[in-house]
C-alpha cells in the first residue's frame, strides 16, 4: 500500500503556519510531529517490504537517535550511551533556545530512517515536510542550527549502527536446506529461502548475547502417535479446521506478514503489510496519544518499545535457527493430509519460537512498565489494512491474544 503521500501531507500540516508563530508551539504538537514521523518510516519500512528482524533494527536505532536530543529537554532523564552496549554520548545541544530539540530529533530520527531503508527519495520528502512546520515557526539560523544538530546526532549513531555486525552478516552463508526429517524446509506458494539464519550474529544492545535467554527446546520431532509432537500438531490440525469467527479475527489482526504471495492460475503477486514489530510500535503511539504524553515521554515509549523488540528478535532468531523446527504446514501436509492449508501464509522462517509471541510480550512488558498494568486501549493500527480496531484490558492481554494467534 503507498500511504507516503498522506504521511507528507500530515508532517506538512500538523502545527504549520504562513510566518513565525507569535506564541511558543504547543507540546501536543511537538508529540504529535514524532508520532506522524514514526508512522511515515513505518509506511516506508512496510513499502520496502523489511523483513520483521530487519524493521526492527531500523525501529530502534531511528529511536536511539531521536530520543538522545530531545531527552535533553529534561533533566530527569538518563541518556543511554553506557547503557547500550559500545554506544557513547553524543554531542550535546548548544544551550538555551538557540536549537528546537524536537526539531532535530525528528530530523535525527528520519535521516537514521533514510539511511537504513531504500527508498530515499521517500524519505527525503519525508525530511522536508518533517521540517515545514518549524521553518514557519522558527527563526531561520535557529532552524538551521537545529537541523544541523540532528544530522550530528544522526551521523554518530550511524557510526555506531555500522559496527553493529549487519554487514558482515549479508555475506555469511545461507540456512542449508536438507532432508532431515523435523528440519525446517521452504514452504508454499513462493517456497522462499529462509529470512535471516544469521540474525543472532548481530550485536545485542542489552543482552550479553542473543543466547541468554534460550527458551527451552521444543519437542523432538515424532509423528509417532502420543508423542508431544505429535499431540501438538494434531492440535493445529484439528483447530485449523474448524476455526470460529473470533479466532479467524484474532488471527487476522495479528497476521502482520509483512510479504504475502498470491497466486492465481499463472500468475502471482504480492501484498504487503507492516511487520510485527510495526505494529507494537503503533501500539507505542497510541498509548502516548492516549496519557497525553509531551515529545520527551513518547520518545521513551518508542525507544523502550523499540529495544525491546530488536532483542525479543535477535532472542527468538537465535534459537529458530538453532533448532530449525519444521513448520506445521510441512509436517501436516506430509504425514497426515496432503490437502491440509493453514488459514494464514506460513512465513519463510522455522517453527520455533513464535516469533510474535517473544516480541508481543517483551513489549507489553515495556510498556506496562511505563504505562501500568491495567492500562486499558482501543488498537486501531490495522484499520489501515481494512481490519477493525480491537479492545485490551491491557498490554499483557493484547501480548497474550498475540501469542494464541500463532495458533
Known sequence: MMRGARWIAVLALVGCSARPAPVPVSPAIHAERLHAAGQALTDVITYDIFSPPQASRIYAYASVAAWEIVRQADSTTRSLAGQLRDFAPVPAAPRGDSVSLPLAAVHAFLTVGHALTFSRERMDSLRTAAGAPYRAELDAAVYARSIAYGDTVAQRILAWVGQDKYRESRGYPKFSVTQTPGRWTPTPPAYMDAVEPNWAMLRPLVMDSASQFRPPPPPPFSVAAGTPFARELREVYEVGKSLTAEQRAIAAFWDCNPYVMHV????????????????????????????????????????????????????????????????????????????????????????????????????????????????????????????????????????????????
Open 264 to 407: 492465481q492460475g499463472h500468475t502471482m503477486f504480492a501484498t504487503k503489510k507492516m511487520s510485527p514489530g510495526g505494529h507494537w510500535m503503533g501500539i507505542a503511539r497510541l498509548a502516548a496519544r492516549q496519557r497525553g504524553d509531551d515529545v520527551v515521554r513518547a520518545s521513551e515509549a518508542y525507544v523502550r518499545t523499540a529495544i525491546a523488540l530488536y532483542e525479543g528478535f535477535l532472542s527468538a532468531w537465535e534459537e529458530k535457527y538453532r533448532s530449525a523446527l519444521i513448520r506445521p504446514e510441512t509436517a501436516i501436509n506430509t504425514h497426515i493430509d496432503e490437502a491440509w492449508q493453514p488459514l494464514l501464509q506460513t512465513p519463510p522462517f522455522p517453527e520455533y519460537p513464535s516469533g510474535h509471541s517473544v516480541i508481543s510480550n517483551a513489549a507489553s512488558v515495556v510498556l506496562s512498565e511505563l504505562y501500568g498494568a491495567q492500562f486499558a486501549y482501543t488498537d486501531s493500527t490495522e484499520q489501515l489494512y481494512g481490519l477493525p480496531s480491537r479492545r485490551f484490558a491491557s498490554f499483557r492481554d493484547a501480548a497474550a491474544e498475540a501469542s494464541i494467534s500463532r495458533l
